[in-house]
């Protein structure tokens, strides 16, 4: 396998994408102080950003991705860990897909 110039140009073009994302972002509230309605609002980011990755994965994924879905959830629910949901969810998953 060998790694092409174009290749090496788009990985590059991401990292340097992403990095002046992040550090535009601390630039910018270390210039400002946002009110209490915008922190409360910028809260929910993470949350929206996730979620526009798992819709479409559990959308096409079929019962064992929705199998996952629930063991995570009800994981996060029992233990209060993230680790331990993402294990046990992916665990299920992959179990789901060898089974059916």
């Known amino acids: 396998m060998s790694l092409s110039l ?5 990985i590059v073009a991401m990292m340097l994408a992403t ?7 601390y ?4 210039r400002i102080r946002p009110t ?3 922190r409360s609002v910028l809260a929910y980011i993470p949350g929206g950003i996730f979620m526009s990755y798992v819709t479409p994965a559990l959308a096409h994924g079929g019962l064992p991705s ?3 879905a629930a063991v995570t959830v009800g994981a996060m629910a029992v ?3 993230l680790a331990a ?6 665990a299920a998953t992959w179990v789901a897909w060898l089974l059916r």
């Open 66 to 68: 929705w199998i996952g």
């Open 85 to 90: 949901g993402i294990f046990l969810g992916t």
């Open 19 to 25: 990095y002046a994302c992040r550090a535009g972002g």
């Open 6 to 10: 174009a290749t090496l140009a788009a």
């Open 27 to 30: 630039l910018v509230f270390t």
């Open 36 to 38: 209490p309605f915008l």
């Open 79 to 81: 233990t209060r860990n």
